[in-house]
């Protein structure tokens, strides 16, 4: 199978980026939706689309199983043979 991930992996960046940010100070409210919630949102939904997408491209460019050892040229299917 020859796909390639390298554009899939960029959208990683924002979480590497906000793992590798420093952590606020102590909590001391309840969580409300702030912007960042709404990031991590987005950041799902865009990532449940490259993966629709992805699987898209996949399944169109396989159609049915391969041809086997058997299925070429008019011939009907082989049977085994026996030693």
């Not at 554009?7 to 940010?21: E, N, S």
């Not at 912007?35 to 939904?45: C, E, R």
């Not at 993966?51 to 460019?61: E, G, N, T, V």
């Amino acid at each position: 199978m020859r796909t390639s991930l390298a554009p899939l992996l960029t959208l990683l960046t924002p979480v590497v980026a906000l793992a590798q940010a420093p952590l606020p100070g102590p909590i001391e409210q309840e969580a409300s939706r702030s912007p960042t919630f709404w990031f991590w949102v987005v950041l799902l939904a865009l990532a449940a689309l490259a993966f629709a997408w992805s699987a898209l491209l996949i399944s169109r460019k396989r159609r049915g199983p391969p041809p086997g050892p058997g299925t070429g040229a008019g011939r009907g299917p082989r049977t085994p043979r026996h030693v």
